[in-house]
């Protein structure tokens, strides 16, 4: 895994755009794996401004990592809400080539064997990946299996709590949501994670120098050929 340490969240945004233009200028019609969180909103801002200057997404197909169960485009918590938002509606991408769960999916494990077989066919050129302060990425919480793809979860409380400030009360945080599993996310060419926060120091020390092990499930990366980490000085902060 590649480390890269930068003073604040505005530089590793930086940097991690950087990384993810070359990607999208080197596969214009290429697949972008995209992720959710307040992490990677930095990046985002800067692929609109860049759009805005001339870079195009009109071929770009993308495929999200997890959506909560029982939410979708109506809710403004919903993670495709998130990407429109956030991303989507301000470049030109087609709307039509986003990919995301649908979280109000009648049947849920259809709806995750329709999103593995999409998996297949949508390689991610490159996954970005936010990381979830006991280590999770996506919705992968602690123990789950490294061979796992898309299914449904249950949120372990340290995650509901965590994701709590961004609804308006606890109680409507969702317990369960689908995501991609770990099998999903490394069969990607290239990941890019980012981490921000003296929140995340511990998860990024175990993640980097601790063992790789289903207990904390980004020490998998450690197995990916093209692992880039981008931390600011504060996650890095348990890092000799
Ligand atoms: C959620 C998402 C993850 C994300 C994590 C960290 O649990 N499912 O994909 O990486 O939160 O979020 P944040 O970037 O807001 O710290």
């Known amino acids: 895994m590649k480390v890269i340490v ?3 969240y505005e530089q590793m945004s930086d940097k991690a755009f950087e990384i993810m233009k070359q990607v999208v200028v080197a596969n214009p019609n290429g697949v972008l794996g995209l992720a959710t969180g307040t992490t990677p909103i930095g ?8 759009c805005k200057q001339g870079t195009s ?7 999200n990592l997890d959506e909560y169960k029982g939410l979708d485009v109506t809710s403004d918590q919903s993670y495709v809400y998130f990407m429109r938002d956030n991303l989507f509606n ?10 995301i769960e649908n979280g109000k999916a009648e049947n849920a ?7 593995n ?7 991610q050129d490159i996954q970005l990946l936010g990381l979830g302060s006991n280590g999770h990425i996506a919705f992968n919480e602690p123990g789950t299996p490294f061979g796992s793809v898309t299914h449904v979860v249950d949120l372990q409380e340290s995650t509901i709590k965590d994701n709590a400030r961004l609804f308006n009360d606890i109680s409507e945080v969702p317990r369960q949501a689908f995501t991609m599993g770990l099998k999903n996310i490394m069969n990607a060419k290239k990941i890019l994670i980012l981490a921000s926060g003296a929140n995340k120091a511990k998860a990024v020390y175990g993640m980097i120098h601790g063992e790789v092990t289903e207990s904390l499930p980004a ?6 050929p093209d692992c880039t980490l ?9 890092l000799k």
């Not at 997404?57 to 495929?63: D, G, M, P, W």
């Not at 981008?230 to 348990?238: C, F, K, R, T």
């Open 90 to 99: 301000h470049i030109d991408i087609d709307l039509n080539n986003t990919n």
């Open 6 to 8: 930068v003073k604040d």
């Open 219 to 224: 020490s998998v990366l450690q197995l990916h």
């Open 43 to 50: 990046l985002y801002k800067r692929m609109i401004e860049d």
């Open 117 to 123: 077989a999409l998996l297949e066919v949508l390689q």
């Open 230 to 238: 981008i931390i600011d000085e504060a996650a890095a902060s348990l």
């Open 57 to 63: 997404y009109k071929n770009i197909k993308t495929v």
């Open 109 to 115: 494990e259809e709806e995750c064997a329709r999103y």
